[in-house]
């Protein structure tokens, strides 16, 4: 009978052991689990992913900070700007998605996303319609750009000693924000109906999308999860001078795909920045007790053509590339001369940072990240970062610039950020648990095929033991001849 249950136990923990090493080789509960969440994420009407997807629950605060000109007629004898920081001033923003439609028998999505913006004082500094900014007259800086050379030139002159407009202006936050009307705005609108009269760096954005978007629903493979396919009816932009400059690629950036690793590349397009940018992976972490991997905006997106030649095909025109850390969007902002770069000039080539006294780039304020669960593809915290420049430079046609030397010259930049609410965080944590513990199935087994393991050695020891204690009378058979 002892042998019996030696062999039993001896057998059942061998095959435990095998059978452990066997799923876990061959990752059968995990890949279960990755098929569940494929299979749950996927944009179709009823699930909790649309509906996280159509109103994200997270709020989004958009910050505005400013950069005031403190030495402005210094800076048109030549010297150097000196500018302060002033901000922030927060809103909360509201972004549902609305109008939205299944089309392709559920393999795409189109819908809009309009924005709104609430102030929010607790959060701000000052009042936004009181606190004034001293910055660049983007309105007329881009009026004598765009009539220098030309037979307007002499017109616009003219408007720009009637209406008192210099290179600099003071306007209120809001103004600056949401837009005022300007003079000589107005004046060219009435030859040239396309151009607004109402100058604002976020003018006729509160309330209102920035077009119609064609996203891919999943369904047919999970990389494609929220991927952009149309933007605007077409499949692909027209601002650039190369095909793969002008591709959407990505997502939005509010969601991804599933089973993200650190070795891959996460693609988003941005209607702000004109253009597909990718982020790669910098590190492992977690939010609100749940493990993040962050994705940060790679270095070769905004290197110069030098480090990454294929970035040529955003010099417009060809071959005028303003260098690293910088992109000129004037292209697609109605030829106005705006350029971006990450706050402060964060990553970008140092003589932009040593053109602007006031410039203090740290990683930690103005990096653009994202923190993504890799097992789901949900975003638990982010932050965009952008700062709006202006090119200016000496017009000889135009006294009001002076003796101005030719800077990209910081206006203002925005930190748009999320972070997951503590109810969705809660439910993804659920979600997380039950994950792991159908991957640590195989784990369980093979502690078991231990545990039987060290029953079965203790059992043969003390067998053993038993045999070499017994005297050689107790030995010897029990009818002797």
Request: net charge negative; glycine share 6%.
């Amino acid at each position: 009978m002892k042998s019996l249950c030696l062999v039993t136990v001896g057998v059942l923990a061998m095959t435990l052991l095998i059978a452990s090493i066997s799923l876990l080789v061959a990752h059968v509960f995990q890949t279960v689990v990755d098929l569940q969440v494929k299979q749950g994420t996927v944009l179709k009407n009823g699930t909790e992913t649309f509906e996280a997807w159509e109103d994200p629950p997270p709020p989004v605060y958009m910050q505005f900070y400013f950069f005031n000109v403190t030495n402005p007629l210094e800076v048109l004898q030549g010297a150097t700007p000196l500018v302060e920081e002033i901000g922030p001033y927060t809103y909360r923003e509201y972004r549902p998605r609305v109008h939205v439609q299944f089309l392709d028998n559920g393999t795409k999505v189109s819908a809009l996303n309009p924005k709104t913006y609430v102030f929010e004082p607790e959060k701000s500094v000052g009042d936004p319609e009181v606190d004034l900014i001293r910055t660049i007259n983007i309105p007329a800086v881009t009026a004598m750009e765009w009539t220098r050379s030309t037979p307007l030139q002499f017109a616009t002159e003219v408007l720009l000693l009637l209406y008192q407009e210099s290179l600099f202006t003071v306007r209120s936050v809001h103004e600056l924000l949401w837009g005022y009307r300007d003079r000589l705005m107005a004046t060219i609108h009435v030859l040239h109906p396309e151009i607004d009269p109402v100058f604002g760096l976020f003018s006729k954005m509160n309330g209102s999308d920035d077009g119609e978007y064609v996203f891919l629903s999943g369904e047919t493979n999970y990389l494609n999860f929220s991927r952009i396919v149309e933007w605007k009816g077409k499949e692909s932009l027209s601002w650039w001078t190369t095909e793969a400059c002008n591709m959407i690629n990505g997502t939005d950036g509010t969601s991804f795909h599933p089973l993200i690793s650190k070795d891959e590349n996460i693609y988003i397009f941005s209607s702000d920045f004109c253009r597909s940018l990718f982020l790669v992976y910098d590190s492992s972490g977690a939010v609100a007790g749940v493990p993040t991997f962050r994705f940060v905006p790679s270095s070769m997106v905004f290197a110069n053509t030098s480090v990454n030649p294929a970035n040529a095909g955003f010099c417009v025109p060809a071959g005028n590339c303003p260098g690293t850390g910088v992109l000129n969007v004037s292209v697609c902002r109605q030829g106005a001369p705006i350029f971006l770069s990450a706050p402060h000039f964060y990553q970008a080539d140092p003589k932009f940072v040593e053109d602007i006294e006031g410039m203090h780039p740290r990683k930690e304020y103005h990096e653009t990240f994202l923190d993504i669960n890799p097992l789901t593809g949900l975003v638990l915290q982010a932050a965009k970062r952008m700062q709006v420049n202006v090119h200016i430079r000496k017009l000889p046609e135009f006294f009001e610039t002076g003796n101005i030397r030719t800077l990209i010259f910081p206006v203002m930049y925005i930190n748009e950020s999320v972070l997951i609410d503590e109810a969705s965080a809660s439910k993804l944590r659920h979600v997380l648990l039950e994950a792991s513990v159908v991957t640590g199935i195989p784990f369980v087994i093979m502690a078991l095929g231990i545990m039987f393991g060290i029953v079965f050695i203790v059992l043969v020891c003390r067998s053993q033991r038993l045999n070499e204690e017994s005297t050689e009378e107790e030995r010897s058979p029990l009818i002797r001849t």
